[in-house]
């Protein structure tokens, strides 16, 4: 069993940055690969990022390539995701996720978080 809780959310203007956290609980944090997803207002959740048990892999949607940076720690069992040049169509609520095992564009995962809200504004 993983818990999850993300953190990190909130308001920012156009072109601003973010770093949301996502805290694990469990002794097994280490055996999944970890994943970010979001879902706007009236759209399905969609990948956003992943990054493998061990962080050799790392794989990004195309939307967010170049600004979105995933990172993980697996002595603090904690996920990142670092958002730089941020867009209006970010604005989402971002899920934390661990998925097993890793794949380059998880469909699902076996654990969610309970997401956090990221907006940015004009």
């Known amino acids: 069993q993983v818990q999850l809780v993300e953190s990190g959310g909130g308001l920012v203007q156009t072109g601003g940055s973010l770093r949301l956290s996502c805290a694990a609980s469990?002794?097994?944090?280490?055996?999944?690969?970890m994943a970010w997803f979001r879902q706007a207002p009236g759209k399905e959740r969609d990948f956003v990022a992943v990054?493998?048990?061990?962080?050799?892999?790392?794989n990004y949607a195309d939307s967010v390539k170049g600004r979105f940076t995933i990172s993980r720690d697996n002595g603090k069992n904690t996920v990142y995701l670092l958002m730089n040049s941020l867009k209006l169509e970010d604005t989402a609520v971002y899920y934390c996720?661990?998925?097993?095992?890793?794949?380059?564009?998880?469909?699902?995962?076996?654990?969610w978080g309970q997401g956090t809200q990221v907006t940015v504004s004009s």
């Open positions: 469990g002794r097994t944090f280490g055996n999944y690969a």
């Open positions: 996720a661990a998925v097993y095992p890793y794949i380059d564009v998880p469909r699902g995962a076996d654990y």
């Open positions: 990054i493998s048990r061990n962080s050799v892999f790392t």
